[in-house]
């Protein structure tokens, strides 16, 4: 779209809001136009034991990916490549704990346990020019304003493809060390407006898992909370299958519990509200009165 194109819907738009609905439609328009939608027919007349899939994504993107993968692959096994160190292109004002990067060496590593221990999940690994049949990275050329779809739906639009999420797409043994306690992540995007977590100091058993610098936050507000650092994310999915009631905001832990179907309290974020709950045990909370009285029924 160029200067005068703009110009002209500026001049038709009544305000601002309907001026960036109408350039949303124009640029979504002549991206449909160029947009291939993939077709799956070689693949799915193939014999073949494993399809393989390539991402480049943030951890939790990669999670949220894993429904369609696995009603994609059906009887068959996923392969699935790890693109590393791709640019992310955050906003400057954004503290992202992967800097300039959607996903690295040290990730990767941590997550690999997690995706290995899915029974469709046959190979784990970074990708290295391997030959892929589906690539992943595709949901992000899509003319879809994924600020407003959740994740988990995203590859279900640009693939044509649908599963059920309210079903748990994540297995785990519970560690039951937790079965008596909350246990919270919450990063430093995507909270809620005016949200405080001091009343769960009436609460006795508060872990934290996470970054350590996102608990020193939290600690500043629940004294007595506990840390819970975990040496990959295998582990970390058994503490939140084990909890007793897990808190998140849209960060990785929480499309962990979501893929679980733990019980799981979801802290939407009015800015980028791109992850849902679904299924049994999930609940959400936009306003403090809720969240106080969510957790309070939850835990007892």
Not at 115 to 138: M, P, R, T, V
């Amino acid at each position: 779209m160029n200067f005068w194109e703009r110009l002209k819907l500026k001049i038709i738009a009544d305000n601002w809001e309907e001026y960036g609905y109408l350039k949303y439609s124009r640029l979504a328009k002549e991206q449909i136009a160029d947009y291939k939608p993939w077709d799956f027919s070689p693949l799915t007349d193939a014999d073949r034991a494993t399809i393989t899939f390539k991402h480049s994504g943030n951890s939790g993107d990669i999670i949220y990916a894993l429904p369609f993968v696995r009603q994609f692959v059906l009887q068959k096994k996923a392969n699935l490549f790890l693109h590393l160190d791709q640019k992310a292109g955050y906003d400057s004002n954004i503290n992202h704990p992967l800097g300039p990067v959607m996903l690295n060496k040290k990730m990767a590593q941590m997550l690999t346990p997690l995706l290995l221990a899915q029974d469709y999940i046959n190979e784990c690994c970074s990708f290295e020019g391997q030959k892929i049949d589906i690539d992943l990275d595709q949901v992000r050329n899509a003319p879809i304003p994924f600020s407003k779809v959740s994740l988990s739906r995203w590859y279900f639009l640009v693939f044509g493809l649908n599963a059920d999420l309210s079903q748990p797409w994540l297995k785990v043994n519970p560690d039951d060390s937790l079965n008596e306690s909350i246990l919270i992540a919450r990063s430093n995007r995507y909270r809620g407006h005016r949200i405080d977590y001091q009343f769960l100091r009436r609460y006795p058993n508060i872990h934290f898992v996470g970054v350590e610098q996102e608990f020193k936050d939290m600690k500043a507000h629940i004294p007595h909370i506990q840390f819970r650092p975990v040496k990959n994310f295998l582990e970390m999915a058994s503490l939140i299958a084990g909890a007793k009631l897990f808190i998140g905001n849209q960060s990785f832990p929480f499309s962990v519990a979501e893929g679980l179907k733990a019980n799981r309290l979801l802290e939407v974020s009015a800015n980028c509200p791109d992850v849902s709950v679904n299924g049994e045990n999930g609940h959400e909370f936009y306003f403090q009165e809720h969240f106080e009285s969510l957790v309070k029924r939850l835990y007892k």
